[in-house]
């Protein structure tokens, strides 16, 4: 055992703290609720090790990454093989052009595809390719919905119930003036997106949307709204792209996209795509990715874009999840464990919506209603929120905190939780429930 496993996690966090800027390396990473990070020893399927050695039921699963599981043999094969080859970067392989080529196969708006590292610069990439082929330099985003930490994501409205109020930035060091180009509407709202058509249609280069907005929990298109911004796109010449990022390969093989049959101009992928290692890619339409350098003026390129690993790994999870059958049954064991925490909630009398699809899912406690816009979780209950956490995390099941205001985040699971798994996680919220009634 290593002298860092022997090490307190308050001891550890304060330590931390010392020498990592707000002692972590990425701020979603302190736990809000518990006050610090889950200092991890180890993965194994559907369970993380703390330093401690207590084992958790794991909720979080990478933030969605980790689909097949931490620590999947056929992803350690593929990257231990990558190893064997000499950790190769910067070049391009066999291997890239295989796994574009089987993603051409399995999602629709993909004729060609680019790699990188992360989903916040895939679509940077892709605005910066729309704005390319229209000419036009603003953009329309949904309240609420995350794509990445680049400069032109970080904006939101002054008052966040109120859609009338100006976009102004969401982070430090981010220009006021950038706003110009943002135009916000809520998200499943037919009538203010198409009277942001109606006023800015002619001056948008790209729509952007996560298809299913998980990152305010799960948050699903309403009845022929996809539809509907990919006609008004197509009738204005807007470029309409849809950030897969978190939704990839969650609820079928093919995306959101292929789910609904709603094919976009252009997709982002990350997260799952190579279970856990740094992968992202951008792909669309032919015409308009051959707008990237070296064929056309758009700039891309990266030392660690289409790292070998990521691209091995990516091309064992591709098979993994292309077993017949696999998403019928992911599908299935989703709508029974979601069914089955909606009622461990109702049993115990707390007022919380559960609302999920595929493998990832939300818990929006003093809900009830369905939600269907981010606005509509702005009342999520934090403090009970909390409760429920630290229950579930002393009871070993983690289900990571993302924020102490606004919507709850997103939750999931993976292929490598077993029917024990969920069993013996509704029994601990059983119990951690009738402690939130007790309390109230």
């Not at 203010?192 to 305010?216: K, Q, S």
């Not at 539809?227 to 470029?239: K, S």
């Not at 049959?261 to 992968?279: C, I, Y």
Request: aromatic share 8%.
């Amino acid at each position: 055992m290593s002298e860092t496993t022997l090490t307190q996690p308050d001891q550890l966090f304060a330590d931390a703290q010392a020498v990592l800027a707000g002692g972590v390396s990425a701020s979603m990473r302190l736990h809000p609720y518990l006050g610090r990070p889950l200092y991890v020893d180890r993965g194994e399927g559907p369970y993380l090790y703390g330093i401690d050695g207590k084992r958790y039921i794991d909720f979080n699963m990478a933030n969605g990454a980790a689909l097949l599981g931490h620590d999947h043999p056929a992803v350690k094969r593929a990257v231990l093989e990558g190893v064997a080859r000499g950790i190769i970067t910067a070049a391009e392989t066999p291997f890239h052009a295989r796994l574009a080529a089987r993603m051409v196969e399995i999602i629709p708006a993909a004729e060609r595809v680019r790699f990188s590292s992360v989903g916040s610069e895939v679509t940077l990439v892709a605005l910066r390719i729309a704005r390319h082929a229209t000419g036009r330099t603003t953009y329309l985003k949904f309240d609420g919905h995350f794509h990445g930490l680049s400069e032109p994501w970080l904006y939101r409205r002054a008052d966040p119930r109120d859609a009338s109020s100006p976009v102004v930035p969401s982070s430090g060091g981010v220009p006021a003036s950038g706003a110009d180009d943002v135009v916000m509407v809520p998200w499943n709202d037919v009538a203010a997106f198409d009277a942001a058509i109606t006023r800015h249609g002619e001056a948008l280069a790209a729509v952007f949307c996560e298809p299913i907005h998980y990152n305010a929990g799960c948050i699903p298109p309403a009845p022929g709204f996809l539809e509907l911004v990919r006609a008004r796109c197509r009738e204005r010449g807007i470029i309409f792209v849809m950030d897969e990022v978190l939704s990839g390969f969650r609820t079928h093989l093919g995306g959101v996209q292929a789910q609904y049959g709603v094919t976009p101009d252009l997709t982002t992928h990350a997260k799952a795509l190579a279970n856990g290692l740094p992968l992202a890619s951008v792909s669309g339409r032919e015409d308009l990715m051959l707008a990237l350098a070296p064929t056309g003026p758009v700039a891309h390129s990266g030392t660690y874009s289409g790292h070998l690993l990521s691209v091995l790994a990516a091309l064992a999870t591709l098979e993994e999840l292309s077993h017949p059958g696999l998403y019928d049954r992911l599908n299935a064991t989703a709508e029974t464990f979601y069914r089955d925490l909606q009622g461990v909630f109702d049993r115990a009398g707390i007022p919380a919506r559960v609302q999920g699809m595929g493998a990832r899912f939300g818990i929006y406690f003093g809900i009830t209603d369905p939600v269907r816009t981010w606005s509509d979780a702005l009342d999520h209950d934090h403090e009970r929120n909390r409760r429920f956490a630290a229950g579930c995390f002393a009871r070993g099941v983690y289900f990571h905190g993302y924020t102490r205001q606004g919507p709850p985040g997103h939750a999931g699971f993976s292929l490598a939780h077993s029917d024990e798994d969920f069993a013996e996680t509704l029994s601990v919220i059983e119990t951690v429930t009738k402690e939130l009634r007790r309390d109230a």
